[in-house]
Structures are given as C-alpha cells and as structure tokens.
C-alpha cells in the first residue's frame, strides 16, 4: 500500500487556495503565511491542519512530505531552499524565482538532496492543451512551422499598486507573470529557442514593469514562436495557434472570465481548399491544479523527473532576462 503523502502550503492567498482543493489523496498538514488569519481559515477546511506564520515551523514537520510554495516571487527560492534542505519534495509556482541566478541555487540544491521538485505551469494541464499535445505527438499537424500565441488581461482597479508591479518581489511584470506560461507552452510543443527578440513595454500602469510585451522566439530550424501577453487585455483573452504543415489547432478560453474552453483542428486536404474541421468544447471546471498535483505524487512515488521542472522554467527565465535587458528593463540591479 503506497504511503499517504503529507502536504504543507507556504502562501495560502488565491494559488495556495486553489492547489488545497487539488490535493487529491494527499493529506494537508500545515498552511503558513505572514496573514495568520488567512493561514488559519484556510486550515480550518481541512480535519488536523494546522495554520500558522511560521513557515520554518510547517516545512520542517516530520509529517510532511512534500511543500507547496505559493508566496511572492521574491520569497520562491528562500522556501524552496529551506524545504529542499529538509529533505521534502517541492511544487513551486512559476517563474519559480526572480532570475536566474536565484534559479541556479534552487537546481543546486534540489541535485544534491535528490528530492522532486515541480515547477506551477498548469496550462499544460488544461483540456485543450492536453488533447492539442496529444494530437502533435501523434502526427496530426506534420512537421511544425510556426506558433501564434496571446494571453492578457485587464489588471484592476490599483493593480499597479500590488506586488507584482514592485520589481524587487515580482522580478518584473507581464511577461515574467503570464509570458512564462506562453513560452513553457511553446516549448513544449516546438523544443528549445535558440534565438530570442522581443519588447518589453509599460504603455498603461503606472508602474516601473512592463504592462505588455511581444517576443519572438526561434529554434534550431527557424521555427518561430510570435507572442504577446498583456494587462491592458481590456477583455481577458487566451489563444494560442499552432500551424503544422497539415493542421493547424487552436486553443481558446481558459474557461471563467476567459470565456469556454475550445479546441478547433483545421485539417488540410491533398487539394487543399476549406480544411476538415473538428472543434472540442469543455464547459467544466478547470481541472488542471488536480491533474498536474496527482502527476507530481506519481512522480514522487516513482522517482520520476517531473515533466515541467526546474530546467523548463530555467529555459523560460533565460529568454525573460535577455528581452528585459534588451528592452532596458533591470530588475536584477
């Protein structure tokens, strides 16, 4: 019988809120974060949980097995280190840390205390994106040529007043926040950029990070990846195209305020003319935090290299800190 996992979560606002119902068969045994009453409340949900401030405390629990770190990103990496020196497994929230020097200590260390350590790009687990990937691993687009990519939102009222938009705890602004996910997912369908260009810009916010940016990022072959993620997305938006030689897919929605989730395939015929259309809809919940935790006990319980690791958000920082130093922008000063 495979032993019941124990679970702390460091940062228990609206992420650790979500990965607690994601918990699946594992057990939550601490929430800690510097709001006591938010830790309590969000402990009190759960039969034996404790709540606190003190995240040393919950991390070091002889019980727990595995942290969960959902804090600012300027506190990724501190928690991350003092869990992995504990000797737990870590989920850390993308980017996973501010830069890549901060980065480059985590994977140190995670090497050395050989633990598991999964890095939060959920949208790999999203309906669409997982049938998207499915369709690309069998074959259905042909040789890739290209990937179109945006995804923004509308901020709010005083967002430009709240973490993020402070670089010395966000790192930096639209594009270490959703732009990472872009290029993770990206990756995952091309392979590694080996050129990257892009323009970070603050056109809106009156902050000192960037509110859009648009990049555009090469492989070996010169298969491109054009994207743009934005907060000035007066309308949230989520779509990503990916052009085959024989298909192309295109993911919409994220479900919520991103409208329904949607899968269109536009198969090419020899003759070519209108394509065969086979379009997918999911109206449920987003299911994605349940999935991509219950991957990472699998992980855990196998020994198994998780799939999105700390090497994928290393490859994603990479090309984040070329285009800000590129655009001027420097937030590890």
Not at 26 to 31: E, P, S
Not at 40 to 65: E, N
Not at 276 to 281: D, G, S, Y
Not at 291 to 311: C, H, K, M, W
Request: aromatic share 10%.
């Amino acid at each position: 019988m495979k032993k019941e996992l124990g679970a702390a979560i460091i940062g228990c606002g609206l992420i650790g809120q979500k990965r607690s119902k994601a918990l699946g068969a594992a057990k939550l045994i601490a929430c800690a974060d510097i709001n006591e009453e938010r830790a309590k409340s969000l402990a009190s949900m759960f039969p034996d949980c404790i709540g606190t401030t003190d995240w040393r405390f919950a991390v070091h629990r002889k019980d727990v097995d595995l942290v969960i770190v959902s804090v600012t990103n300027n506190a990724l990496v501190e928690v991350c280190l003092e869990a992995v020196q504990a000797d737990k497994h870590i989920l850390v929230e993308k980017p996973a840390a501010r830069n890549i020097k901060e980065l480059d200590l985590l994977l140190d260390a995670v090497q050395k205390n050989n633990v598991q350590a999964r890095v939060g790009f959920n949208h790999r687990y999203h309906p669409a994106l997982l049938k998207a990937h499915e369709l690309f691993r069998y074959g259905e687009l042909g040789e890739l040529m290209f990937v179109r990519g945006r995804y923004g939102h509308g901020g709010r009222v005083g967002y430009d007043r709240e973490w993020r938009a402070d670089p010395s705890l966000s790192g930096g602004g639209e594009l270490i926040d959703q732009g990472v996910h872009l290029i993770d997912l990206s990756r995952w369908f091309m392979g590694e950029f080996v050129e990257a260009q892009g323009s970070a810009h603050t056109y809106f916010w009156d902050m000192p990070v960037d509110d859009n940016c648009f990049m555009t990022l090469k492989t070996q072959k010169k298969q491109t990846a054009f994207l743009h993620v934005s907060c000035t997305e007066w309308k949230n938006l989520f779509s990503l195209e990916i052009y085959g030689r024989n298909a192309k897919l295109h993911i919409e929605g994220l479900g919520g305020s991103y409208g329904v989730e949607k899968l269109s395939c536009y198969k090419m015929s020899p003759q070519m003319g209108p394509p065969e259309t086979t379009i997918w809809e999911y109206p449920r919940a987003d299911e994605s935090w349940k999935l991509e935790f219950a991957e990472f006990v699998e992980d855990i319980q196998l020994g198994r290299t998780p799939s999105a690791n700390l090497n994928d958000a290393r490859e994603a920082l990479l090309i984040v800190e070329k285009i800000y130093k590129d655009s001027g922008y420097d937030h590890n000063a």
